[in-house]
T-cell receptor, first 113, second 115 residues
Framework: AQSVTQLDSHVSVSEGTPVLLRCNYS??????LFWYVQHPNKGLQLLLK??????LVKGINGFEAEFKKSETSFHLTKPSAHMSDAAEYFC???????????FGAGTTVTVRA | GAGVSQTPSNKVTEKGKYVELRCDPI?????LYWYRQSLGQGPEFLIY????????DSGLPNDRFFAVRPEGSVSTLKIQRTERGDSAVYLC?????????????FGPGTRLTVL
């Protein structure tokens, strides 16, 4: 069975500074890994996904994540935070040939002006 | 184009009542999923449809929960004898085929409150 642990429940950054959201995963097989963002009163939106191709994955809105098998991590970063990045972020894993998504508990990002 | 829509956006009911939650997937998507998101947690898988059939209902918590997708498009999640613990946001998602890493597009959810 697969699972993810998001190491920070809340991250606060200043506008223009880097953002780091940490995620560790557990999976029995070659996992697919995703980051989703959820803005208030809006649906979950896919930021990026890893599916065993390049380990550095670029997503929308300047986000990227690096898959590190040795560390079982899939941390999300952005070099410069924008006010519009304030939202809830979920790290998600699915096992090989599995359609079921397993979500982490989420990280709330606050951006200070 | 239109995304996944869910109705109602909010539903308040009393303990013991029956509720139905509706999901309209993206047109042409054969795969449909239901998840439940309790307060302060990530969504949890409930059920997966491929076409009209429930391919995997292993996430349904008990037999009070049932879902249908009779024509392979719209789906309805049905909850009988609601309990206060059923209060959550119910999310629907659809994807084009349902395979590994197939992007799932989520609706805005239905917030269910059981008094």
């Amino acid at each position: 069975a697969q699972s993810v642990t998001q190491l920070d429940s809340h991250v606060s950054v200043s506008e223009g500074t880097p953002v780091l959201l940490r995620c560790n995963y557990s999976s029995s097989y070659s996992p697919s890994l995703f980051w989703y963002v959820q803005h208030p009163n809006k649906g979950l939106q896919l930021l990026l996904k890893y599916t065993s191709a390049a380990t550095l994955v670029k997503g929308i809105n300047g986000f990227e994540a690096e898959f590190k098998k040795s560390e079982t991590s899939f941390h999300l970063t952005k070099p410069s935070a924008h006010m519009s990045d304030a939202a809830e972020y979920f790290c998600v894993v699915s096992d090989h040939n599995d359609y079921k998504l397993s979500f982490g508990a989420g990280t709330t990002v606050t951006v200070r002006a | 184009g239109a995304g996944v829509s869910q109705t109602p956006s909010n539903k308040v009911t009393e303990k013991g009542k029956y509720v139905e939650l509706r999901c309209d997937p993206i047109s042409g998507h054969t795969a449909l999923y239901w998840y439940r998101q309790s307060l302060g947690q990530g969504p949890e898988f409930l059920i997966y449809f491929q076409g009209t059939g429930a391919a995997d209902d292993s996430g349904l918590p008990n037999d009070r929960f049932f879902a249908v997708r009779p024509e392979g498009s719209v789906s309805t999640l049905k909850i009988q004898r609601t309990e206060r613990g059923d209060s959550a946001v119910y999310l629907c998602a659809s994807s084009s085929k349902g395979g590994r890493a197939d992007e799932q597009f989520f609706g805005p959810g239905t917030r269910l409150t059981v008094l």
